[in-house]
């Protein structure tokens, strides 16, 4: 059976937490993966030991991985992770990490992975607007999207070995500036507001942002929003071509209801849509609805939600 592996997703030099979801999603490739953790800190890989459902924890330690560098990581990672099907999450990073590692074996690459059943992968293409399935003959490197699969428990206690991956690196990262943001990741978010093509301008996104601040919540946006207004990023966008989300709260104003965006956010806890248009396909999908311009509704709930809080 081919080896299955799982490269762990980390941040800030730890395990993030969206590994266990990995691990998850590599069992159903049909085997128990081995889990490697690019690191500085051989501790880190004690997180990843302790999801169940791994063979075996690798840290490679090196100090490549103190900042994001694609040639280094993509070198490093390929000397220590055993052949097989290499799993990685699908965030930037890691799907430019993967198709590196890909190249350099020679293997193929697929993206975005939404589902795994009986071998077979499917993945979003063209955009979202179609879907592709994939049956892996060999080895591969594949992206799983976050929030999909369910993440596996804690309370294991996998073999922890440690590997020097530190070499001869032909350049090396000394400093990463990430651009400073004061809003939560969507994909983090336990409460998100979300806005459509319905708010009419992206200047009216501000209304969003004073709902979002009251409630500690991410701002969110439909693909049509992201594809109409420059000036709100795709990092925002919620869907089947943007960010999978699963918070206690999704509101969606403005937002029609395309198939794309609810395959991003219907595993929701609770969903409450506000939009002009009653037979909006939103609505199907909606535990709350009401049927208002964002300009009736949003001034009222600004004000309720304000008088709650305070």
């Not at 990490?97 to 190249?103: D, E, P, S, V, Y």
């Not at 206690?248 to 403005?254: C, D, E, P, T």
């Not at 965006?261 to 929701?268: D, P």
Request: overall charge negative; some cysteine.
């Amino acid at each position: 059976m081919t080896e299955t592996v799982v490269i762990a997703e980390t941040v800030k030099g730890t395990v993030h937490p969206s590994t266990a979801e990995l691990i998850s999603a590599a069992q159903s490739l049909g085997s128990q993966p081995v889990v490697v953790v690019p690191c500085t800190d051989a501790s880190a890989a004690e997180i990843a030991a302790g999801f169940v459902g791994s063979a075996r924890v690798v840290a490679a330690k090196s100090s490549v991985f103190e900042h994001y560098d694609a040639a280094g990581w993509a070198a490093a990672i390929d000397a220590v992770a055993p052949a097989g099907i290499l799993v990685a999450s699908a965030t930037p990073q890691s799907k430019d990490l993967a198709a590196r590692i890909a190249a350099r074996r020679g293997i193929s690459v697929v993206q975005d992975v939404t589902q795994i059943e009986g071998g077979n992968l499917t993945s979003p293409i063209y955009s979202g607007k179609a879907m592709q399935t994939v049956s892996l003959s060999g080895d591969a490197v594949v992206t799983i999207r976050p929030n999909v699969f369910e993440a596996a428990p804690t309370g294991g206690n996998s073999d922890v070995s440690i590997v020097d991956t530190t070499g001869n690196m032909a350049t090396a990262v000394q400093e990463f500036m990430a651009r400073a943001s004061s809003r939560l990741d969507v994909a983090e978010a336990n409460i998100i507001v979300s806005g459509g093509r319905g708010m009419g301008s992206p200047d009216n996104f501000v209304h969003l942002e004073k709902i979002a601040d009251t409630l500690g919540a991410a701002v969110g946006a439909s693909r049509a929003a992201v594809d109409t207004w420059d000036e709100i990023p795709h990092s925002m966008q919620v869907g089947q071509t943007g960010k999978t989300v699963n918070p206690n709260l999704y509101i969606a104003v403005g937002i029609s209801g395309a198939i794309q965006h609810l395959a991003g956010m219907r595993s929701s806890k609770y969903i409450v849509a506000i939009n002009k248009d009653a037979d909006a396909p939103i609505f199907q999908h909606a535990d709350y609805g009401i049927v208002a311009t964002w300009e009736e509704a949003l001034p009222v709930l600004e004000s309720t939600l304000s008088s709650m809080m305070n």
